[in-house]
């Protein structure tokens, strides 16, 4: 930054103007290089753009605070857009209402294994405790996740981070394992990217089919809630790595 | 514009409830139950909001970027517990993806075997 760059950074880096437009410039561009591969899953716009923003954030020294500055019109678009999946779940009601065991049945067992395998998985590789607990909630929607990680004392911004990639791993990989798997149901797929991976598994499922997506929206609402009856239950003393006193944490920084 | 009015209602609404009810829940989940309700009631989608409403939900994508750009405050965590980590954000998903999916597919077709008069 030298000569005239160096006011005109300083002037633009200080304007909201600035995060907001490039925040929708690297989604684009991540949608179109998604289109330009013949939709390879790795090449997730999500995925793509947030890869891009950080690296950005981090060349120019710009730190999150800033960031979030501009970005958050977007981010405030969060709460209506979650409000508007009432449409597709109203337009299926009657699939919906057909299904009513099975939503339940699948329900519980992939909230479970939400659960358990998040933090199973990160104590066998040797997490600390405090990493679990953040983890446990990760395939909750952003906001009750960190209000349950709070509650069970975890870290709730690094929930956050634990959500978001939960929610881009199973839009980037989901489909492909679900085709492997030979879930071809429309409801079963939606249920699973719902439960999984909520918001992000969500707006993928919408992709692929209004059906599918309408089940993703309540697999999303439904996971939240019995994860939020849940896992305050769950967490009480001896369930999160207890049994190995010597292998927990000395206890947060 | 009315329509999106209403959304941003529903939102407030939910708010409240969740505030005064002291739910859990984040205001929007319930204003989506409210909005449900809503369409319930009048037994149909207004055209208007299925223009609003279907434009945030094509867009939903990228609401997510923000929050996850947040990765950078936590880039040293990630550093130290990268294996504890993406294990359980690779491994995890898809094992809860496999089994929610294995189990609803199974549920919904022994159920399509067994009562079928349920449709008649």
């Known amino acids: ?253 | 514009m009315g329509y999106l009015t209403l959304i941003l209602i529903c939102q407030l609404l939910g708010e409240i409830v969740a505030r005064l009810a002291r739910l859990p829940v984040p205001g929007p989940v319930i204003g989506m139950v409210i909005l449900f309700c809503g369409l319930l009631l009048r037994r149909g989608i207004p055209e208007g909001l299925e223009t609003s409403g279907g434009y945030l939900l094509r867009i939903l994508p990228m609401l997510f970027v923000p929050a996850g750009v947040g990765i950078v405050t936590h880039l040293d965590v990630l550093r130290r517990s990268w294996a504890a980590f993406g294990g359980a954000v690779v491994v995890g998903t898809a094992l809860t993806i496999a089994v929610t999916g294995l189990v609803m597919q199974l549920a919904v077709r022994h159920r399509a075997k067994t009562a079928p008069a349920d449709t008649a």
């Open chain 1, 1 to 253: 930054m030298t000569g005239a760059l160096g006011p005109l950074w300083t002037h633009l880096s200080a304007t909201p103007l600035l995060w907001l437009t490039l925040t929708l410039v690297a989604y684009q561009g991540g949608g179109w290089l998604f289109r330009r591969s013949g939709c390879h899953p790795l090449l997730n716009p999500v995925l793509t753009a947030v890869a891009a923003l950080v690296l950005a954030l981090k060349a120019s020294g710009t730190d999150y605070r800033t960031y979030f500055d501009g970005a958050r019109f977007i981010h405030f678009l969060l709460g209506p857009a979650t409000v508007a999946l009432a449409i597709p779940l109203y337009r299926e009601i009657d699939l919906i209402r057909k299904a009513f065991a099975p939503i339940l049945v699948s329900l519980a067992a992939g909230s479970l294994t939400a659960i358990a395998s998040a933090v199973g998985i990160a104590r066998l590789f040797g997490g600390e405790r405090i990493i679990l607990l953040s983890l446990a909630p990760k395939s909750v929607t952003t906001p009750i996740a960190m209000g349950i990680s709070e509650q069970i004392g975890g870290l709730p911004s690094l929930t956050a981070v634990s959500v978001v990639l939960t929610g881009i791993g199973g839009a980037v990989f989901g489909g492909w394992l679900l085709d492997r798997l030979r879930v071809h149901d429309e409801s079963a797929r939606g249920m699973a990217m719902g439960v999984a991976s909520h918001g992000i598994g969500t707006a993928r499922a919408l992709q692929w089919s209004r059906s599918a997506g309408a089940f993703a929206a309540l697999a999303m609402a439904l996971n939240g809630l019995l994860t939020a009856l849940l896992l305050p239950v769950l967490a009480g003393p001896g369930a999160v790595g207890e049994t190995q006193v010597s292998r927990r944490a000395p206890g947060p920084q």
